[in-house]
């Protein structure tokens, strides 16, 4: 049997776990039943139970939950102490004992060596060993179809090795229509299906044609140790009930279900996936690969296409921001908004349209309607590229997920150690239920709808670019899940609560947002990396926007955005801010330069839109000390994510020059004014609507 780490410690493991004394009371039940021994990031509080707990987490790797026995690697055999069977048209030739030929179909009953080569064009091949020992099948170039049933069936083993013999192409297909027994049967449900754990290993080729359901299915354990497998299936195309493990390989996968899955929902331990490397090219009518409980990934190349692509999600309103009322804490307490502002941006003729509406969430589970006679139940398909009922943990991969529904999901925890993702998704690029930690990698998500949305998101390092209709980054507590009895509900049920915070203390985040840039329903704290934040240009959002405070210690940070609802860091920071909000909307790629009286360049800035707003905070403005802030010109400086380094800074526009004399220094053209905190219409609603 196969080894397993103990539930609590399958997904995120904790290395330290410290109850604090803070307590909430804002997070829904879903939420703390998801998290429940389940993971936060370091210095980050999250709500298990009511109670606030905050952990250090390491990621979980392939070997924290399966281990591949050598038996799983074995591929060698011997013809004198194996059985040769030779597969030819409607039957076969058995040389060899524990195994029969009988009506176009071969029966092994005992365990062994079995090597099978020919093709068996409506006939089936049944593992039946009441023995429980380990049946070891070499495809040794085969062409297997069953018209009415799976090609290759094992009803029971110990374990069953399938080896793809070096050199050699095998391909085995099914029926669109399987004859049963009787109608209470439902098995086999594959074109290969398995009741024991099931290992293929070898270095040949497999393809698998499932007309029928499912491409290749183990009721127990599937790993999969190399070889390269084709698979084109009527539903899913990978399925393994208690885990599917893969240690490498070279898989495809075209599926109108999905395209590899783990389906063991009833045992904590169980139904999750691990793959250690390999390739995978997945195109899925539904989830492109989809853990019941959690998924590692370690490593490998992966190109997911779900649901259609990103082209293809469903739309909903999306946060339209002004004339949707007051935002709670919005503006108020030590989060104050641009100076001069009501709201509104008088100068800004021709703001940004709105953001644009949002996918619908699909989701596997069920919304019922309920009548007073009966209840209906109807499935909305699933369309996300990773995705996992527990949690997710990355270590290391190189992705290409063009998604309908949210690239990565987890209805729990996910940490991203490392790897590079290139996103294009119709819903949001990364999305958890309770935390998003991201310590390393390199994610480009060029399209969304929101960037990344999760109640809690602590970023230590790695390099972040995210491109959002709505808001780059959202901070809320909640969750996508559908509703019941209206069908799927129009906006993601997020909620405000104190306990939701963005915590920077590393790498580098780049925003490009219609709507807010930096949205927490909680707090910000940043005590070091880099922040580069590019709108909203309407003025019905900001590009920072938060209920409680964003307390910045350290970091580098650069926001521009409009002026309606703009916000800086709070002025209970021990690093220095400078907010300018400038008489008229200057154009994109204006540059923004600011210096200390002797010449030295603080910042050099190109935003990448439009903006009448720019909040800096560098660790390099210091108490008394005087600045001038310049307008246009160029620089001669390396430029990445639209920031200068080095180069010389010549022929721009002297706006305004200042002393620093408190955190925060709210300015315009006349120089120092101070913060208007009268709230005006925020980035969204009161109550349950998210932000």
């Known amino acids: 049997m196969d080894k397993y780490i103990t539930g609590s410690k399958v997904g995120i493991l904790l290395l330290c776990a410290l109850l604090m004394s803070a307590c909430s009371t804002n997070a829904t039940t879903t939420q703390s039943e998801a998290a429940a021994g389940t993971v936060a990031a370091s210095g980050t509080t999250i709500t298990q139970n009511g109670a606030a707990t905050g952990v250090q987490l390491a990621s979980a790797k392939l070997s924290d939950l399966v281990t591949f026995d050598e038996e799983d690697s074995n591929t060698t055999w011997t013809a004198d102490q194996s059985t040769e069977i030779a597969l030819a048209g409607t039957s076969a030739l058995v040389d060899g004992t524990g195994a029969e030929s009988k009506d176009g179909s071969v029966t092994i009953t005992a365990a062994g060596t079995y090597v099978l080569s020919g093709k068996l064009s409506d006939g089936q091949i049944v593992v039946n060993n009441q023995d429980e020992g380990t049946v070891h099948l070499v495809l040794n170039?085969?062409?297997?179809?069953?018209?009415?049933?799976?090609?290759?069936?094992i009803k029971e083993a110990g374990k069953v090795i399938i080896t793809l013999e070096d050199g050699t192409e095998n391909s085995v297909s099914d029926g669109a229509t399987y004859v049963y027994a009787d109608e209470t049967t439902d098995e086999p449900s594959a074109a290969i299906f398995s009741k024991a754990d099931l290992t293929i290993n070898g270095t040949g080729k497999l393809s698998v044609s499932a007309n029928y359901n499912d491409g290749i299915t183990s009721k127990d354990d599937l790993k999969i140790m190399g070889g390269t497998i084709e698979i084109k299936a009527a539903d899913d195309g990978i399925v393994g009930k208690d885990l599917v493990a893969v240690k490498d390989g070279n898989i495809s996968i075209t599926a109108e279900g999905d395209g590899m899955k783990s389906t063991n929902d009833t045992e904590t331990d169980k139904g999750f996936i691990a793959i250690a490397a390999g390739t995978f090219d997945i195109?899925?009518?539904?989830?492109?690969?989809?853990?019941?409980?959690?998924?590692?990934?370690?490593?490998?190349?992966?190109?997911?296409?779900?649901?259609?692509?990103?082209?293809?999600?469903?739309?909903?309103?999306?946060?339209?921001?002004?004339?949707?009322?007051?935002?709670?804490?919005?503006?108020?307490?030590?989060?104050?908004?641009?100076?001069?502002?009501?709201?509104?941006?008088?100068?800004?003729?021709?703001?940004?349209?709105?953001?644009e509406t949002k996918p619908k969430i699909p989701t596997t589970e069920a919304s019922t309607t309920t009548t007073t006679a009966t209840t209906t139940e109807s499935e909305i398909p699933s369309t996300k590229g990773l995705k996992a009922g527990g949690d997710i943990s990355v270590n290391n991969g190189t992705f290409t997920i063009d998604s309908a529904d949210d690239a990565v999901h987890s209805n729990s925890n996910i940490a991203i150690a490392d790897g590079e993702f290139n996103i294009k998704t119709g819903d949001d690029g990364i999305h958890a239920d309770a935390l998003v930690a991201i310590s390393g990698g390199k994610i480009d998500i060029t399209k969304s709808y929101e960037g990344i949305e999760v109640a809690n998101i602590e970023?230590?390092?790695?390099?972040?670019?995210?491109?959002?209709?709505?808001?780059?980054?959202?901070?809320?507590?909640?969750?996508?899940?559908?509703?019941?009895g209206g069908g799927p509900q129009e906006q993601d049920q997020f909620s405000d609560s104190a306990s939701n915070m963005l915590t920077i203390s590393g790498g580098t985040l780049t925003v490009d947002a219609s709507g807010d840039g930096l949205d927490s329903n909680g707090s910000i704290t940043m005590s070091g990396g880099t922040v580069i934040v590019n709108g909203p240009t309407n003025s019905g959002n900001g590009a920072l926007d938060f209920d409680g405070s964003f307390e910045q210690?350290?970091?580098?940070?650069?926001?521009?955005?409009?002026?309606g609802m703009a916000q800086a860091p709070s002025d209970t920071s021990s690093q220095h801010a400078v907010s300018m909000t400038f008489p008229q909307t200057q154009e994109a790629g204006t540059l923004v330069h600011l210096e200390d009286s002797e010449g030295n360049s603080i910042l050099t800035f190109a935003p990448s839109k439009s903006y009448q707003t720019v909040v800096?905070?560098?660790?390099?403005?210091?108490?008394?000390?005087?600045?001038?802030?310049?307008?246009?010109?160029?620089?001669?400086?390396?430029?990445?994510n639209g920031l200068y380094t080095d180069g010389e800074y010549t022929g721009g526009t002297k706006v305004v020059a200042f002393e620093i004399t408190s955190s925060v220094t709210w300015l315009n053209e006349s120089g120092v004014t101070t913060a208007n905190t009268n709230q005006g219409p925020g980035g969204g609603g009161g109550g349950n609507r998210r932000p």
């Open 553 to 563: 210690s350290g970091g580098t940070l650069v926001a521009a955005g409009s002026s």
């Open 141 to 153: 170039g085969v062409n297997i179809t069953n018209s009415d049933s799976a090609a290759i069936d």
């Open 616 to 640: 800096i905070s560098s660790p390099d403005l210091k108490d008394g000390g005087s600045y001038t802030l310049y307008s246009g010109g160029t620089s001669t400086g390396s430029e990445a």
């Open 283 to 355: 195109t899925a009518g539904n989830d492109g690969i989809q853990a019941e409980t959690s998924l590692v990934i370690d490593g490998g190349t992966y190109t997911l296409v779900t649901g259609g692509g990103n082209e293809k999600g469903e739309v909903k309103t999306g946060d339209q921001g002004q004339g949707m009322g007051m935002r709670g804490g919005r503006g108020q307490g030590t989060g104050d908004q641009a100076p001069g502002t009501t709201g509104t941006s008088t100068s800004e003729t021709k703001p940004e349209t709105m953001p």
């Open 459 to 484: 970023i230590s390092g790695g390099e972040a670019h995210v491109v959002a209709s709505d808001d780059g980054v959202n901070v809320a507590g909640g969750n996508d899940e559908a509703t019941v």
